[in-house]
């Protein structure tokens, strides 16, 4: 590698490290994972009207199926959080399980794409999640190897991003979503991933941490949008006849979760009884929107979701 072109990544390497280094000293555990699962939402956001009046929206132009995908990798987001990284033997498992979080029932529901696909992963996590320490560099080349070995019967990107996040960083560094599907989709990461499919690891490399830089930079102003929001929905839920602690638990979800669709109950364990006289709340507040699909409807929270456009 030409030495200007390495000191070009060291300094970006350097950057992300300083940014991760100042989030873990000043924001509390966990907080990571709540933007982490929010900014999965970012195409979403990008498709939102300027314009927004009353609870009853417009239908958009997103594809349904982009909507699932966003939708199970939420879900699978929130499943990784609760698991924390893995020890490299347990990742197969953990992509399984994953994989099951994010696949529809219009996706193959068997995970692997062959016999030997899951000793390879095994293989890949042995190599990839050995020792405790990381840093957007390493979870780079995990990616870009992820995507190369190709493992999975459908998802092998958003899989690599999802398993990436966790690879960003040492203990108690912020999970970091580098590429949601919206930076997947761009013709910039298209270019940089077959650059480094085809061999210039350089180019790769000098794209994924460039996006991992942008998204530690706008991480603050991001947590003290959702906080602000947190605190607005808290005084708004106490008005209702919600319980104060279930209020705020459905405050902090909302914050990491801003679109309600039937499976928001299932998936949060949020009680029907407390979403309803919430949302009843967040739509006299204008904040609470029904936006319509082709062949469907789901209710979105514009405040948060404009975070991610910002």
């Known amino acids: 590698m030409d030495a200007a072109i390495s000191d070009f990544l060291d300094g970006l390497l350097r950057e992300c490290r300083d940014l991760a280094e100042d989030w873990r000293h000043r924001r509390p555990p966990g907080l990571d994972a709540r933007l982490a699962r929010l900014t999965c939402w970012t195409a979403l956001a990008r498709a939102l009207p300027a314009d927004l009046d009353g609870p009853n929206g417009p239908r958009i132009d997103f594809e349904p199926a982009t909507y699932r995908r966003l939708w199970g990798e939420a879900r699978a987001l929130t499943l990784l959080a609760a698991s924390g990284r893995p020890e490299a033997g347990a990742v197969p498992a953990l992509v399984e399980r994953l994989y099951a979080a994010m696949a529809s029932r219009f996706e193959p529901q068997v995970a692997w794409n062959h016999p030997d696909a899951r000793d390879a992963v095994a293989a890949w996590a042995e190599h ?29 990107e958003a899989m690599a991003a999802l398993l990436a996040a966790v690879l960003a960083g040492p203990k108690g560094a912020p999970m970091l979503l580098v590429l949601t599907y919206a930076e997947r989709a761009e013709e910039g990461y298209r ?88 949302l009843i709340m967040l739509v006299a507040a204008d904040d609470a929107v029904e936006l319509l699909l082709p062949g469907q409807g789901f209710t979105v929270l514009p405040r948060a979701l404009r975070l991610l456009v910002r």
Do not use: N
């Open 191 to 278: 270019h940089a991933l077959e650059a480094g499919l085809d061999g210039d690891v350089a180019a790769w490399m000098a794209f994924y941490l460039g996006q991992a830089r942008r998204v530690l930079k706008r991480l603050p102003a991001l947590a003290e949008g959702t906080e602000t929001l947190r605190r607005r929905w808290v005084d708004l839920f106490a008005r209702a006849p919600i319980e104060t602690s279930a209020g705020e638990t459905l405050a902090e979800v909302l914050t990491a979760l801003p679109v309600i669709t039937p499976a928001f109950i299932p998936d949060t364990g949020t009680p029907g009884e407390v979403l309803r006289d919430a």
């Open 128 to 156: 990839h999640f050995a020792g405790p320490e990381s840093d957007p560099a390493r979870a780079a080349a995990a990616y870009l190897d992820f995507v190369r070995l190709a493992p999975l019967s459908w998802g092998d």
